[in-house]
């Protein structure tokens, strides 16, 4: 059982769709010759570090993909996206982020359409094995340049591919 209402889900406009399919049609072009698969909203992951829920990022990268029972992932995605909407904002920046880091993520991304801007965060642990999670970069227009993912150097989307709208 999903921790957050799928109800709610019917809120998202159709640019957070389209910031989603920006992103797994570039990286996914790219990705397709490495061991690494990107997905999109849809694929559900379940950790027993979150009491086995299920949870599902609107963008994901899974690197070792026979890590599954039935139909959710087991292994822990290197990178997730979450593109905000009114709905979701909330659960994204707090509850998604907390279990994200609990279980091993290395690069969260939180995407915002509205704003066109990028916060990416990055996860890592202290001395005594508990996890940390630090804002890395904040891009805008200003610096769009700067959009790098930091755990997959190699493969690249810019900032207006990102947020293309139209």
């Known amino acids: 059982m999903s921790a957050f209402p799928i109800e709610d889900m019917s809120k998202t406009y159709i640019e ?6 920006n992103f797994v049609i570039k990286i996914g ?3 397709k010759d490495s061991l690494c698969r990107v997905f999109s909203d849809g694929v559900q992951y379940q950790w027993k570090e979150n009491n086995d829920r299920v949870i599902i ?4 990268i899974m690197c070792n993909i026979r890590d599954r029972k039935n139909v959710s992932f087991t292994g ?3 990178f997730v996206m979450e593109v905000l909407s009114d709905a979701t904002e909330s659960y994204d920046r707090n509850e998604k982020m907390d279990i994200y880091r609990n279980v091993g993520v290395s690069e969260y991304w939180i995407a915002d359409w ?3 801007q ?3 965060y990055m996860f890592d642990w202290k001395d005594d094995d ?3 999670s630090y804002l890395f970069k904040t891009i805008t227009k200003e610096n769009k340049e700067d959009l790098q993912m930091v755990m997959f150097p190699d493969f690249e989307i ?3 591919e990102l947020f293309r709208l139209d």
């Open 114 to 116: 509205r704003k066109k």
């Open 29 to 31: 072009n790219q990705m």
């Open 16 to 21: 957070h769709s389209m910031v989603i399919d």
């Open 118 to 120: 990028v916060e990416i």
């Open 76 to 78: 822990v995605p290197r």
């Open 130 to 132: 508990t996890s940390y």
């Open 57 to 60: 990022p609107d963008v994901s």
């Open 158 to 160: 810019s900032f207006d």
